[in-house]
């Protein structure tokens, strides 16, 4: 869909965005653990506070710091990651996110950030997104992580690297249509 398109449908999809969100949920759930995906069967659990705790001091738990060793990143590059806040104005994110675009994106993350079962979870990441930048028009790893509307996100640690690449070239195209 055509940029222009896409912007006189506005009110209709920030309206579906929000409903969506609201409909897709009986009540508030958030994400309270992570469970990473080491390889195979192997799988390993870590509590959403453990992480805040972690990118706001640096102190990692036992799974923080295998799970950082498996994906050979630096644990301070992941700090700031997490904490990195970026000014997304939730209408013209809502816009973005539900185009082909925002669409491709959201689906390419979802490969390695998953809900349990796998089950609409570039819908689930979308929701996330969105929940995040809706109380201050900001949005960070973390808070993503936060809101994340199921009980549990699994996420692939052996495929990060690969998909950050896949999505790289995407982001500047993403954050030129939020300005």
Request: avoid cysteine; aromatic fraction near 2%.
């Amino acid at each position: 869909m055509e940029l222009p398109k896409l912007l006189s449908r506005s009110p209709l999809i920030l309206l579906g965005a929000i409903a969506g969100v609201m409909l897709s949920h009986n009540s508030a759930i958030a994400t309270k653990r992570i469970v990473i995906e080491i390889g195979g069967p192997l799988e390993a659990s870590i509590a959403v506070k453990d992480l805040e705790i972690f990118a706001k001091t640096g102190k990692t738990t036992k799974t923080i710091s295998q799970a950082l060793g498996i994906s050979k990143v630096n644990p301070n590059t992941v700090r700031g990651l997490m904490t990195l806040e970026l000014g997304a104005d939730v209408t013209n994110l809502a816009k973005v996110l539900y185009s082909k675009l925002g669409q491709n994106v959201t689906k390419g993350v979802a490969e390695v950030v998953q809900t349990r079962h796998n089950y609409e979870s570039h819908k689930a990441l979308r929701s996330a997104i969105i929940l995040a930048a809706a109380d201050d028009n900001k949005i960070s790893v973390l808070e993503v992580l936060q809101k994340y509307p199921t009980e549990e996100m699994h996420i692939d640690v052996g495929r990060i690297n690969e998909i950050v690449e896949k999505v790289k070239g995407t982001i500047g195209n993403l954050e030129e249509l939020l300005r």
